[in-house]
């Protein structure tokens, strides 16, 4: 069983920066691809970014790339999501996931929690 723990979301202006982290936990949490998921209220949960497991290999929805980095650090077992010029339809529940991203067919194994991301304008 794997197990996802993100922290590192808060209240941020629109423009601003937040770092996400993900710890991961488990037999397989260092050899599987990560993602983050976000889901607003009364939105649908939309995908946001991903990485493999070697970490040479990302992937991210248009909305966030050129603002949005992902990127892990497997000696720590740690997926970080850097979100640059957020904005006020950036604010979400974001949600750090471990599965299959890079190969058909893409799923998603393990949920975290979530960590709140709310942008002020």
């Known amino acids: 069983q794997v197990q996802l723990v993100e922290s590192g979301g808060g209240l941020v202006q629109a423009g601003g920066s937040l770092r996400l982290s993900c710890v991961g936990s488990?037999?397989?949490?260092?050899?599987?691809?990560m993602g983050w998921f976000r889901q607003a209220p009364g939105k649908e949960r939309e995908f946001v970014a991903a990485i493999n497991w070697s970490g040479d290999r990302t992937t991210g929805a248009d909305s966030v790339k050129g603002r949005f980095t992902i990127s892990r650090d497997g000696t720590k077992n740690t997926v970080y999501l850097q979100m640059n010029r957020l904005s006020t339809e950036d604010a979400a529940l974001y949600s750090c996931t471990a599965g299959q991203y890079f190969t058909r067919p893409y799923f998603t194994d393990y949920w975290g929690k979530g960590t709140l991301v709310i942008v002020s304008s």
């Open positions: 488990g037999p397989t949490s260092s050899t599987t691809d």
